[in-house]
C-alpha cells in the first residue's frame, strides 16, 4: 500500500469558552479571541473541500504549529516569539500530527438554523449570513455504506437448553456403549479355516495430463490451451499490466489547522493463466497376483519403454473357524501371515463387535 496525497482541507476548532466553532487557520477564538488551548483538537469541517488558496497552502504544509510556553498561544510552526506574548517559542510544544480524523466529508452539506435569528446555513458556515452569531455544528451524516450493525446475541431459549441436553446425553450414551463393547471382549479357541492373500505392484506410465498455471511458469514442451487474465498478485509498483485501485481518501491532522487528504493505494498486477498439457508419468494400471496358500509372491509383469513400477500393496486374510462360526483376520504383515497353517489351533479374543483384537498360539 502507499498513501497518496489529494491535497489539503481546512479543519476547525470549537471554542471551549464561549462554544464558538473556528476555521482551522484562525489561532484565536474570532468570538470571544482566547487562545485555542493545546488539548482541543481539530475536527473536520461539515465538508471537505480542497485548499485553493496560496495563503491556506502554506499554512497547511508548514508543519505542526508551536504552542507557547508561557501562554500557550497557537503559534505558526516557522514563528520564534509568540505572536501574543513575545515569548520564545525554541521550548514551545508543537501540535501533535498524523492522527487520522475521519473518512472524507462529500455530498450535499446538511442545514443548521441559527439559534438567534433561525436563518438556514449551510453547516460549512462557522457564522451566520444573516446576523453573524456562531453557528452550531452540524449532527455528523451516518457513513453511507455504514456496515449492519452486529445483530445482538440472540438468547437461547429454555426449551432449546432442554433439547439440546437431550441431545448431549444421548451422544454421550452412544459413545460410552461403544467404549463398552470395544472392551469387552471374549477369548475362544480358533481353528484356521483358510488362507488367502492379494499382492498388486502399480505400473507407472507417461500419458498427458491437464495442468494449468501461469504463463511463465509452464514447463516449455507443454501444449498450452486456452489462457484468461487473472489477478495475479497485489503490488505497491505499477507494471505494464496493472491497475491501480484506492481505499475511500480520509484526513489526516496536520496540526496546523488543516488535514491532509490521503488514500491508501496498491495495483492489481493481472498476468495469463493458462491450460496445459504435458507429458507425466503416472499411474497406468495395476498388476496382480492372489492366492490361497501360505507362499504368496509379487506379480511380474514386462515393462514397457518409460514404464515403472509403483507402489506395492499386500493384503493377507485368514478365516478362523470358532465354535462353528467363522471370523475372519486381516493383516499387511507377510510374516505374520506365515504362522497361520491351516488347520492349526489359536487362542483368539474377540470383541464385542466380533473383530478379533489379539491372537495367540493355543495352549
Ligand atoms: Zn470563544
Ligand atoms: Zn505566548
Ligand atoms: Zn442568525
Avoid at 119 to 125: E, F, M
Avoid at 211 to 236: H, K, L, M, T
Amino acid at each position: 500500500m502507499t498513501k497518496e496525497s489529494l491535497g489539503h482541507v481546512e479543519l476547525e476548532w470549537t471554542c471551549p469558552f464561549c462554544n464558538t466553532r473556528n476555521r482551522g487557520r484562525n489561532k484565536v477564538c474570532a468570538n470571544c479571541g482566547a487562545a485555542q488551548p493545546k488539548d482541543v483538537q481539530f475536527e473536520q469541517a461539515a465538508k471537505d473541500e480542497l485548499v485553493t488558496d496560496a495563503e491556506g497552502l502554506e499554512l497547511a504544509k508548514a508543519g505542526p504549529d508551536i504552542h507557547c510556553p508561557f501562554c500557550g498561544t497557537r503559534n505558526p510552526a516557522t514563528a520564534k516569539k509568540c505572536s501574543r506574548c513575545g515569548g520564545d517559542l525554541t521550548e514551545g510544544e508543537r501540535r501533535e500530527s498524523g492522527q487520522v480524523l475521519g473518512a472524507q466529508q462529500t455530498g450535499p452539506v446538511a442545514q443548521v438554523a441559527c439559534e438567534y435569528c433561525g436563518t438556514k446555513n449551510p453547516a460549512t458556515n462557522v457564522k451566520c449570513t444573516n446576523c453573524g452569531s456562531p453557528l452550531a455544528k452540524a449532527p455528523r451524516p451516518k457513513p453511507a455504506a455504514a456496515p449492519a450493525a452486529a445483530a445482538a446475541p440472540s438468547r437461547m431459549s429454555p426449551v432449546m437448553l432442554i433439547v439440546g441436553g437431550i441431545i448431549l446425553l444421548v451422544i454421550c450414551g452412544a459413545i460410552a456403549f461403544f467404549v463398552a463393547r470395544g472392551f469387552q471382549t471374549e477369548t475362544n479357541v480358533a481353528r484356521v479355516s483358510d488362507v488367502t492373500w492379494r499382492r498388486s505392484i502399480v505400473v507407472l506410465g507417461l500419458a498427458p495430463v491437464e495442468r494449468s498455471a501461469w504463463a511463465d511458469e509452464i514447463p516449455g514442451d507443454a501444449d498450452v490451451g486456452f489462457c484468461s487474465e487473472r489477478e495475479r498478485e497485489r503490488s505497491p509498483f505499477p507494471t505494464d499490466r496493472s491497475e491501480e485501485v484506492c481505499g475511500t481518501p480520509y484526513v489526516e491532522d496536520e496540526g496546523t489547522g488543516f488535514g491532509e487528504l490521503v488514500q491508501d493505494c496498491e495495483y492489481i498486477v493481472y498476468d495469463d493463466y493458462c491450460e496445459y498439457t504435458t507429458i507425466e508419468l503416472m499411474p497406468i494400471g495395476t498388476i496382480d497376483e492372489s492366492g490361497s496358500d501360505l507362499n504368496p509372491f509379487w506379480p511380474q509383469t514386462r515393462l514397457e519403454q518409460d514404464q515403472q513400477l509403483g507402489e506395492r500393496r499386500e493384503v493377507y486374510q485368514i478365516t478362523f473357524d470358532v465354535d462353528g462360526e467363522t471370523v475372519a483376520y486381516e493383516t499387511t504383515n507377510a510374516s505374520e501371515f506365515a504362522r497361520f497353517a491351516p488347520g492349526s489351533a489359536w487362542q483368539v479374543e474377540i470383541n464385542g463387535f466380533g473383530d478379533i483384537v489379539n491372537i495367540e498360539p493355543a495352549r
